[in-house]
C-alpha cells in the first residue's frame, strides 16, 4: 500500500528517573497528579504525493519512489504529462515540488509534471548510498565509510543507470500518465555526475538533462575524457542538456572568502565540458549553460533547479 509523504514526526519527550542509594532519604512531599502526557504529534502531509517500494534483483537493494502528482492530474483524465526524475530525493523532491507548483502556478508558469524522487537505499545513509550509485568509477579519495562495518564504495553508476532503465522506468509507465517520450533528469553535484554518466553512455534515456554543479573533477576529470572517447565514436547526441554552477564554485586565493572552493575549480571544468560538447556539433545537441553570481556549492540547487524547469518546461505560449 502506497504511504503519503510526510515529514518526520517530533521525537517524543523521554523522562529520566535517577534513584540515590546508601543514604537515607526523607519522604518526599505528596506529588500532584501528574499531567497527561500529550499525545505525538500528526506529521505534516505533502498533498498529492506517495511512496512506492521498488527491490531490485539485480542489486539486491531495495529503494523508494517519492512521486508528486500535478493540480490538473486527476482532471485531466486523458492526459499523459512529462516526467522529472530527480536525485537525492530527500534534499531535492520536496524543493523542486513545491518550486514547480509555486512558479508552476496551475500550468500557466510551467508546464505540470509527474516528480519521480529517486531515494537512497533503504537502511543506508545518503552519503554511503550516493557515492556508490552516483559515482562512474571506483577510484576515489573519499575512502573513509560512514556506516561501521561497510568499506566505502564508489564507482556503480553504470549498473544504477541500468536499474532506473530497466526497473524504475517500466514501473512509472506502468502507474501513471505520464509520457515517457518527454523524460527529464535532474541531478546536483554527485547527481550532476550520475547525469552526465548517462548522457554519454546513454544519450536517448532522457530527453533533457538538467545538470546542476557537476562533480566533473571526479577520478581526474574522467567525464571529460568520457566525452573525448563519445565523440570519437559518434557523430550526433540526441539530448538537451542545461548545466549550472554557483560563481563561487572555484579557486579564488587572493580572497579569504570561505564560500570560494580551496582546490577544485568546478565552474572552469563544467566551461570545459560546455565547450568540448559545442565544439562536436552534434546535429541533435542543444546545450544552454549559465554561471549563478552569488551562490555556492551548497546554495545554488533552489536557482539552479528554477532556472532548469522553466529551461525543460516552460509554460505554453513561452
Known amino acids: 500500500m502506497n504511504e503519503k509523504i510526510a515529514l518526520l514526526p517530533l521525537a517524543a519527550l523521554c523522562i529520566a528517573l535517577s534513584g540515590c542509594h546508601g543514604a537515607k532519604i526523607p519522604a518526599p512531599p505528596v506529588a500532584k497528579p501528574a499531567e497527561p502526557v500529550e499525545a505525538s504529534l500528526p506529521a505534516y502531509i505533502l498533498p498529492n504525493t506517495e511512496v512506492r517500494e521498488i527491490t531490485s534483483g539485480p542489486l539486491g537493494r531495495t529503494y523508494q519512489l517519492f512521486v508528486s502528482l500535478p493540480p490538473s492530474y ?5 492526459h499523459r504529462f512529462p516526467v522529472l526524475f530527480v536525485t537525492d530525493a530527500s534534499y531535492a523532491f520536496p524543493l523542486v515540488r513545491n518550486i514547480g507548483l509555486m512558479v508552476g502556478d496551475r500550468g500557466k508558469g510551467l508546464e505540470e509534471f509527474v516528480l519521480i524522487g529517486l531515494s537512497y537505499a533503504k537502511g543506508e545513509t545518503g552519503q554511503y548510498s550516493r ?14 565509510s560512514d556506516m561501521p562495518g561497510r568499506p566505502a564504495v564508489h564507482g556503480q553508476a553504470e549498473v544504477y543507470r541500468r536499474f532506473i532503465a ?9 502507474s501513471y500518465r505520464v509520457d515517457m517520450n518527454r523524460k527529464i533528469f535532474a541531478g546536483h553535484s554527485y547527481g550532476g555526475l550520475l547525469g552526465a554518466h548517462i548522457l554519454l553512455t546513454e544519450p536517448t534515456m532522457f530527453e533533457r538533462y538538467i545538470l546542476s554543479s557537476p562533480s566533473l573533477w571526479f577520478d581526474d576529470k574522467v567525464m571529460l575524457a568520457r ?4 565523440s570519437a565514436a559518434h557523430t550526433d547526441m540526441r539530448a538537451d542538456v542545461f548545466l549550472s554552477i554557483g560563481a563561487f564554485e572555484t579557486v579564488n586565493p587572493s580572497s579569504g572568502n570561505k564560500r570560494y572552493h580551496r582546490n577544485k575549480d568546478m565552474v572552469r571544468d563544467l566551461r570545459t565540458f560546455e565547450a568540448q560538447l559545442r565544439s562536436r556539433s552534434y546535429p541533435s545537441l542543444r546545450v544552454e549553460a549559465t554561471v549563478i553570481d552569488d551562490e555556492d556549492h551548497l546554495t545554488v ?16 505560449g513561452h
Open 74 to 78: 486527476e482532471e485531466r483524465v486523458t
Open 131 to 144: 557515492r556508490r550509485d552516483y559515482t562512474p568509477t571506483p577510484n576515489s579519495e573519499d575512502t573513509v
Open 166 to 174: 530497466d526497473e524504475v522506468f517500466p514501473l512509472v509507465a506502468e
Open 227 to 230: 566525452e573525448r572517447a563519445y
Open 301 to 316: 540547487y533552489p536557482a539552479a533547479i528554477t532556472r532548469g524547469l522553466m529551461w525543460a518546461l516552460p509554460a505554453a
